[in-house]
């Protein structure tokens, strides 16, 4: 029965992610995202992986799917109008940084971050407790790097919005 389920959550998955990048609405396309979500999640669940199933479902296809509808309202990408200069730079900056990120996490994960086997993973009574427990002990300092660039992109967003709003920083 999973290899049913496989197939079907799959070409699903693989028709809304194309549907996501190839639409011209951005409200559409962000739509088919949040599709493309679910059926990974379902992917997920055929795994028995239900807590990154449930992570999935909550975190991104609801709080980060708000936040990008919330910016796509916001931006109202109707008015930009650009010249072949600024989308060449942009262009350009946007594959130096895909190389400069690529590097970073090729670099980070080619190395263990803690030497040794994880203390009290043998005794862990379920999927949920043993990803807790990975993720508290040897993936501590990933888990809080991350945290420490999503507050740079939260103050990030709050300076963009209080310049474009016209008001000041406090």
């Keep these: ?26 409200i559409t396309s962000a739509l088919f995202l949040v599709l493309s979500f679910c059926s990974l999640a379902g992917i997920y669940l055929l795994l028995r992986a239900e807590f990154l199933a449930m992570v999935q479902i909550i975190v991104y296809a609801g709080a980060i799917m708000v936040l990008f509808l919330f910016v796509i309202m916001y931006l109202n990408l109707k ?9 060449a730079v942009r262009r350009g900056v946007g594959w130096l940084l895909a190389i ?12 263990q971050w803690a030497p040794g086997p994880v ?9 949920t407790e043993a990803i807790g427990k990975l993720l508290y002990s040897r993936y501590l300092f ?20 209080k310049g474009r709003q016209g008001g000041t920083i406090e």
């Design 119 to 127: 203390v009290g993973l043998t005794d862990a009574t379920g999927n």
């Design 142 to 161: 990933p888990f809080e790097l991350t945290s420490i660039i999503l507050l740079a992109a939260m103050i990030g967003v709050i300076v963009i919005g």
């Design 79 to 87: 008015h930009d109008v650009e010249t072949g200069v600024q989308i």
């Design 100 to 111: 400069t990120v690529g590097a970073l996490v090729v670099a980070l994960f080619q190395r």
């Design 1 to 26: 029965m999973t290899a049913p389920l496989f197939l079907v959550f799959g070409l699903l998955l693989i028709l809304s992610a194309l549907m996501t990048i190839l639409h011209r609405n951005p």
